[in-house]
């Protein structure tokens, strides 16, 4: 499906000939740049590009309106575009024309797809009505500006079609997948995160995942280990219409999702869903933008039309009008400026196509002018709609891309806009005497102000070298925290998007939240799986930080030796036959832990691994008494007893050999379980702890399965500080 890959140098003749195929509204006279690395130099007004024709047969192949086509990668701007031989990857040249890579990505012509750029690799799900929805996986090599499809790939997800279909990538690195069919919002994700198989669709495991055949779904990963798909539900049969919000925690069984109602009534839903976050943002926000009925319904012509909705990371959901009904706009999509602290929205008007408009609205205070907008992409004679965005987000130095398409004239339009205030390319002075001092479980924030040529517009406000939020002016204040050491820092950023100096405050240690010292308390944890491979990488447990400990449970089928990263000290390994072994591990986490750990085999083997994060044990001998057990088939699971001192923490760690829901007994609170049900050697693991609160033995712990088969459990102590 793929041709070779795409070499950037080319001959003069072919640069000539993709110049004149892009019929540029705004006339160009400079020839693509063969070295290419540049984005183009953009107006601090929108710019309209003609662009491609594409086949007639290639109805609206800039939509749907969940998904995105764009990406910028390597200073530059690439996108999925249809032409007569399918989609392929396209390059966004320093003359404002669109230049083909050669790379094919999908040679169905009347496919549309969503394109998204995480972890060094580009992911792509394309589908068609009735055809196989599949997943791509492409490698870039910057040396080379070369884009390759990666070995292993398409995988398919499902064979019977989709509306449309969007992805999201976990924190464990699972790609998850959203689409709608008939009736019925299905999810899907990758079984690994090597991708290369995903598990069968299923119905949205909630109270009312049936909708109409028209509604649409979009997914997104959010926060530090959280999945969410927003959803349209226009039925009527059982209840009111909705727009419905879900979201599963990285990890977690896959019928684990907790469900949101952000409003219902007559009305208020349709089939336009476009999801937007930002990276890194420690209030774990999403944002969207949505299409109401109210034009149909009789809301009126000062009824809603469009609106933009936040979530915050407590679950409140925010509403902001767009337009109204007056303004006969639709198709809308959204892009984040974090750098600028702004947020755009562009979408169609009127509903039946021609101009593409636009409004922005500060990022922490959402809010629009009344009416239409202003132009972003335009042109004489042709009607343009669907405009797609990209899911990363924008910034000055990306400016503002975004592509369209004519069906009358079956071409390609897109428009540009800098997102650097005309004349403004200077950032502001750093702030000075910057304080944070904690109260309790809250960190107070001030400083003083910066100055800037121009004029500060706001001030970002970073966390453990993330942004927090962003604010008009000091003090401000960080509240509800864990306990745990924190660094602050504050930048200025004037209108035109420059930002200054980020100045720290040095590290805030909060203490009190947690229960009291010398007693151990469950930080975070997370998961990953490898079915079959020799690998298994595991992220980082949010939250976890310096003189926390960490305890990974590696369990996987066969009897493979299994070898820890640099660091981690084995406590345990146990064998049951040839049919499994776990293995467990520990390391007081430094100062600076990378983002995540590969434990490898020395067979390739179906197997799993999980990481728990506690604070207050000591660092020096985490372990006090440890054993293990192999079970013969059966639905319980036995840890044998161990000797423990009052204060300390008794992990119970339980593996089976085969695809179930474990559940830990005898007072042991659930905290992770992680499954790979690849092939036919399943494997399952499953921990669960508990205070000791006398000093003496722990007594045999227990787990209960759904099934029965051969089981290890394992009983820990961790030593309290």
Known sequence: ?????????????????????????????????????????????????????????????????????????????WGLFTTTTGVVIRELQTNHTWVDTGVLVDSRVTSTADALWQNGKLSIVSRTSSGTVRYYRYSY???????????????????????????????NGIVWTTFAKATVIYVSHSTTAAATAFTAPVALPVPDSTVTSGDLSGIIAFGANKVGVLWSDQETAAQQPAMRFAYHVDGDPDTAWTVETVYQGTGVADNHVNLKTIANDAQGRIFAVVKTSFNVTGGGPTADMLRVLSRSNTGVWSIA???????????????????????????TGPEAGGTIYYKSSPLDAISFPAGKGSVFMESAGAVLNNVSLMRDMVSPTTG???????????????????????GDTSPPTAITAISAVPTGTTVNLTWSGATDNVGIDHYNVYRNS???????????SDAGLADGTYTYGV????????????????????????????????????????????????????????????VATVSVRGNPTITAPAGWTQAVVTTNSTTMRQAVFTKPAGAAEPASYTFTLSQSKNGVVQVDTYSGV????????????????????????????????????????????????????????????????????????????VTGLTGALTASANGSAASIGQTLVLRAA
Do not use: C
Not at 321 to 343: E, H, K
Not at 466 to 476: A, D, E, F, H, Q
């Open 491 to 550: 930048a200025a950023v004037d209108a035109a998007g420059n930002v200054g100096p980020v100045v720290s405050a040095g590290a805030v240690t909060i203490s009190g939240s947690q229960p009291p010292a010398g007693t151990i308390a469950f930080v975070s944890g997370s998961t990953a799986s490898v079915g079959p491979g020799t690998s298994l990488v595991v992220n980082k447990p949010a939250g976890t930080v310096q003189g926390q400990v960490m």
């Open 400 to 422: 503002l891309v975004a592509i369209a398409s004519d069906d009358t004239s079956d071409r390609y339009y897109h428009a540009e806009l800098s997102l650097q205030a005309a």
């Open 321 to 347: 009008t767009l337009a109204s009904v007056s303004d006969a706009v639709t198709r809308p999509q959204i892009a984040i400026d974090q750098q600028g602290g702004r947020l755009y929205a562009l979408y």
């Open 466 to 476: 993330s942004l927090l939020k962003s604010v008009p002016s000091s003090p401000t």
């Open 141 to 171: 090599a910057a040396g080379t500006r070369t884009w390759s499809l990666d070995a292993g790939f398409p995988a398919s997800i499902s064979t019977t079609g989709a509306r449309t279909a969007t992805i999201a990538i976990d924190s």
């Open 618 to 693: 000591s660092t020096t001998t985490p372990v006090r008494s440890v054993a293990g057990q192999l079970n013969a088939s059966s639905s319980t699971i036995s840890a044998p007893s161990v000797s423990a001192t009052a204060g300390d923490q008794v992990l119970g760690l339980f593996s089976q050999a085969r695809s179930s829901t474990v559940t830990p007994n005898t007072g042991l609170t659930k905290r992770l379980q992680v499954v790979n049900s690849t092939g036919t050697s399943f494997v399952t693991e499953a921990t669960g702890d508990r205070k000791a609160t």
């Open 1 to 77: 499906m793929t041709s070779a890959p795409y070499r950037h140098r080319r001959s003069l003749g072919m640069l000539v000939a993709a110049a004149a195929a892009a019929l540029s509204v705004t006339a160009v006279s400079v020839l693509a740049d063969p070295a290419g690395a540049a984005v183009p130099t953009m107006s601090t007004t929108p710019t309209t590009y003609a662009g491609a024709a594409f086949p007639a047969t290639a109805t609206s192949p800039s939509a749907d309106k969940p998904q995105s086509k764009l990406w910028f990668v390597d200073n530059t701007w």
